[in-house]
């Protein structure tokens, strides 16, 4: 059927060109194009879509279809990337490039996408942070990376793209002013640790609760959520005063699944001091406690850290308990993640090497932990500041005399 507007209006309507070319399994397959200004341009891109399927098999592929083939080839994931990686193909890339045949897809229409992502809601309603948009995009630049190895695009045309700069939020520490503030207003820092005194107080009043070993490991040696939901006695020996991080448990795809440590570095043994020691012998005879009164119903799990039957702890209840203690304690309120943030700036407080919190924490870099925590406590910079001085007024004395 004809458009009834085509004979009177010469700009109405684009052209369109038909071929047949190879699909990724290598079977013809019929690809339809349209949006051409004129005939001779659909003949060319039609002519050019024919000279890339004689080079070889895939030219019908769209962005969608090799996204879709590349995540489904992807075995050794660690299962939150897996989720990570398909929320960004399914909510994000598919939706703006993935009807774009793959051989056609252009630096400009990944900046269209980046551009798209930034300044507009996502599928959620909610903006994306900067920090999104980067994973993203470095989601499509590894899909499309396994493409060029697979000679199925020459260049990647994510490399070079114009991303937004997110800034690491640092944790800065719950003084007497922001605490006022807070209480005032509402108003609280991204990543905010207590003071010496704040974590003091708050692990006081949660002496007795059942998990009040998590809430000490999580402050004093900085484990990770799905560390400590992770963690088994196999890996704690308490005789050399030491545990070993050798797993987590994590949320994948609505399940909890276990894992390796999020990464090689994660892998690592903590060093435990004579007072972590004894609050860990005591959890171990609480549960020893819990055991007999479950009797029969008892899961012999072997994690350190159980419900009153022993079967293990969903990371997302241990975010949950650790919210109510909070609230109740009166204290400025933190995320269970930064008790994480205050044992390194604790640390560093104490003047423990950063090499040392470096590996007490996981991170692959001493220059991740250097960025983060320096900076956090005060008390750092201005033990800093009184000994540089100090060094050079002992010279100016030295000279005077």
Known sequence: MTCPRLPADDDHGSWYFTVQVRGLDGQRQRVRQGGYA?????????????????????????????LARWLATKDALRPSTRQGYATHIRLYLIPQLGRILLHQLTSR??????????????????????????????????????????????????????????????????????????????????????????????????????????????????????ELAGLRWTDVDLQAAELTVTQQR??????????????????????LDAETVRVLMRHRERQEKLSTTAGARWQDSGYVFTTAEGAPLRPDYLTGRFRRLVAASGLPPIRLHDLRHGAATLALAAHTDLVVVQAML????????????????????????????????????????
Do not use: M
Request: proline share 7%.
């Open 250 to 271: 994590v949320h994948a795809d609505g399940q909890v699944v276990v894992g390796p440590p999020k990464s090689a570095a994660s892998c690592r043994v903590v060093a």
């Open 38 to 66: 004129d005939p001779e341009e659909a003949q060319a891109a039609g002519r050019a879509l024919a000279v890339a399927d004689r080079d070889g098999a895939g030219a019908g592929c769209t962005a969608g279809e090799w």
């Open 109 to 226: 229409d990944v900046n269209a996408l980046l551009a798209a992502l930034t300044s507009r809601p996502s599928p959620t309603g909610r903006q994306l942070s900067p920090s999104t948009v980067v994973r993203i995009h470095a989601t499509l630049r590894t899909a499309l990376n396994a493409a060029v190895r697979a000679r199925l695009i020459p260049l990647n045309p994510a490399n070079g793209a114009e991303l937004p700069h997110p800034r690491r939020p640092h944790p800065v520490v719950w003084t007497a002013g922001r605490a006022a503030r807070w209480q005032q207003s509402g108003e609280r820092p991204a990543a905010a640790v207590w003071t010496e005194q704040q974590l003091a107080t708050f692990l006081t009043g949660v002496a007795q609760d059942g998990l009040y070993a998590v809430w000490w490991l999580a402050a004093l040696r900085g484990l990770r959520r799905g």
């Open 362 to 401: 996981g991170h692959a870099s001493i220059v991740l932990t250097a960025d983060t925590y320096v900076s956090a406590l005060p008390v750092v910079a201005h033990q800093a500041a009184q000994e540089t001085a100090r060094l050079v007024l002992t010279a100016a004395a030295a000279l005077k005399g």
